[in-house]
């Protein structure tokens, strides 16, 4: 069979499509943007099958479902944080009997490359009562996807796929497989299972929790899980889960003995195999990347007497990402050294606004603004924009999660601040901001917000925002909004000074108002100017 | 055989175009590789780098062992001390010595070409004013890619037909833009 480079979101996206998926969804996200931008070429070049950017996580997951009810297999990625919003489609999907496989990917962040938290997905996939598959490399991304939509199909059950960072933008060689076809159009057979009134659920629920004893049969005998037990050293055995596998294997050849190996990539984890291991030796040494998830669950099940070492014991790092230098003095190894440094300090270099950006031009205005202030509050918001938390601008401060900087602004205003203003970006206001204000429109809240038009979703490299930018002001007054206290300006720095008047204005408005900052994002003007140039 | 490259710049610099060939031209010569990518936040203006892995064995780790790196290659002076910790004390470096100064505590340019040319096994390259001799400043990072090529365990030619490749969509004089910076860097490293 053929091969193919592939990021290990691109993995998982080719074994979606030689799983026979009929559509998928998502909103970007890093790290998961790959997969969807790869599914929709795909779905260009071949005509199919459908893939396609959604408003959010939340109605991303739920059109995945619809797909399933009418009995065809869907894909549906976020990041880590976007199940967050995700959350109750997705736990209430796992006590309706899914019918076409329903393949959820997570892509979590350790070390929090491109995000607010580090959150582990491991647990979304147990509080649900659900099989995660958590592959280690590109070539286990695709085959793992193929396998998950079999067992969602076979538990009836959403499956979830966790991927991290580390391993969805990184790039290897993957042997592809037979293609399968899709399923026929055919609605759920049991309509019951669906609909989940109180008497119906609790039936599924029932269901549910029966399947998770096959689930955990399943994860005993899947190869996913593999324990390789060495008799004639008991000093101590090891648990890898995910990448820490890899940075295990890459310190292996300076150990002096081999430890006994659970490699876990299958939940529910494997409790018997897990015993077995244990019995194999005095200690045991758990490598996660992620939340200590497997090592706080044996700390409750294995004997009395049994040392475990991990994240919780200290020994392994608790934050951030895992690498095969941090997890060395678990294993008793020593430290490597590198090349020595130059006695010179290095100047940091954190990300910025790119140079000619709108939102700098807007932020300036905004300042301006505010200037003639004593005291004044801006939330705001998750995109490109959150970097004017960062100096020269220093204008923003709050960034908690999408959406969050209009309940907040109207949460400060309604305990007293004044002025209190909102700054969002045109993408995250589509995706959870509309209803915030809606929430501040029935209370007419004395607040500003600001809506920073650039026409795209731009941190994540520049996705169409799922409505056109012209729609941004009737969405606007369609809620409520007073038209005369909705305003357009142009975030150019050339009217800096109109702008930071019109914003004025409106903060002294003793009520709700909303201005639309609009000019396109620098970096997809630049893409657009080159794409009409060439046709 | 394996080969460890670290390969450090700016966001927007064209690391990863540097980075796809040097990968594309191992898996051509039958290697295994690994390539992981920095996505995202950073790519606005900040420090980016990937972690090159090619071998003849299995690769396990997508992240390169402290001390692992057989080269450190850097768009861009300040960048190429950044990874040091990763650098073999036997590896080599090779920066260009155009900095990218977006940031208001840039170091004095000399004292800092001054401090990687004190390092064991370091070369400074001005890929700039080599890529602009090649026809366009655009092209630095292919300097930068001919001077790995002494280097990393592949054929010339093999890199070049990839460098042929990439920029094939664009035109002749791109692509002959790129192979002269490409042939330049090559010259003027070891």
Known sequence: MPEMVLLGDEAVAMGALHAGISAAYAYPGTPSTEITE???????????????????????????????????????????????????????????????????????????HSSQNEQDSRYFADFARIVCLEPTNQQEAYEMAREAFDISERFHIPVMIRLVTRLAHSRSVVQLSEPRTENKLEKAPEPN????????ARNQWH???????????????????????????????????????????????????????????????????????ASSAKKILILEEGYPFVERFLRGILP??????????????????????????????????????????????????????????????????????????????IGCYTLAALPPYSAIETTVNMGASIGMAKGASDAGYFPAVAVIGDSTFLHS??????????????????????????????????????????????????????????AHRKFDEENSKVIKQEIEYNGLSVIIAVRECVETAKRHKREGGQS | MKYDVILAGVGGQGVLSVSAIIASSAMEEGLQVKQSEVHGMSQRGGAVYTNLRLSDETIYSDLI??????????MEPLESLRYLDYLNPE???????????????????????????????????????????????RAANMVLAGAASNYVPLKSETMEGYIRKIFQRKGDKVVETNLKAFQLGRENSK
């Open chain 1, 193 to 200: 299972s669906w609909i989940l009134l109180p008497s119906n």
């Open chain 1, 207 to 277: 269901g549910l929790l029966d399947t998770y004893k096959e689930m955990q049969q399943y994860s005993e005998e899947s190869s996913f899980n593999p324990l390789t037990l060495n008799s004639t050293f008991t000093d101590y055995a090891v648990i890898t889960t995910g990448l820490a596998k890899n940075y295990y294997l890459e310190n292996v050849p300076d150990l002096n003995e081999q430890p006994s190996h659970l490699h876990i990539s299958a939940y529910p984890f494997p409790a018997e195999k897990i015993r077995s291991l």
């Open chain 2, 65 to 74: 062992p402290i001390g692992g790196a057989s080269l450190v290659l850097s």
């Open chain 1, 433 to 490: 901001g509309v209803s915030p204000l809606i929430d501040a429109v029935a209370h007419n809240t004395n607040m500003t917000l600001v809506i920073l038009d650039n026409e795209t979703t731009g941190m994540t490299g520049g996705q169409p925002t799922i409505l056109p930018s012209s729609r941004l002001e009737k969405v606007v007054l369609g809620i409520g909004v007073e038209p005369e206290h909705v305003k357009l300006i142009e």
């Open chain 1, 38 to 112: 790869f599914l929709i070429q795909n779905s260009k070049k071949n005509n199919g099958p459908s893939a396609h950017w959604c408003a959010n996580e939340k109605t991303a997951y739920e059109a995945a479902l619809g797909v399933s009810f009418a009995g065809r297999r869907s894909l549906v990625s976020m990041k880590h944080v976007g199940l967050n919003v995700a959350a109750d489609p997705f736990m209430n999907s796992a006590i309706v009997s899914i019918h076409g496989g329903l393949v959820l990917v997570v892509a979590d962040d350790p070390g929090m």
């Open chain 1, 304 to 381: 009395n007497g049994m040392e475990i070492i991990g994240k919780e014991s200290g020994e392994v790092p608790a934050e951030g990402e895992l690498n095969p230098d941090n997890i060395r003095p678990a294993l008793g190894l020593e430290s490597r050294t590198g090349s020595p440094h130059p006695d010179m300090p290095l100047s940091n270099r954190p990300p910025q606004l790119c140079p000619g950006c709108p939102h700098a031009d807007s932020f300036n205005a905004l300042k301006m603004a505010l200037s003639g202030y004593g005291k004044s509050m801006v939330t705001s918001d």
């Open chain 2, 91 to 137: 590896g080599q470096l090779i920066t260009s010595s155009n900095p990218e100064r977006n940031i208001d505590d840039y170091p004095d340019l000399d004292t800092l070409i001054g401090k990687i040319n004190t390092l064991p096994h370091a070369q400074v390259i001005d890929a700039r004013k080599l890529a602009l001799e090649a026809g366009s400043g």
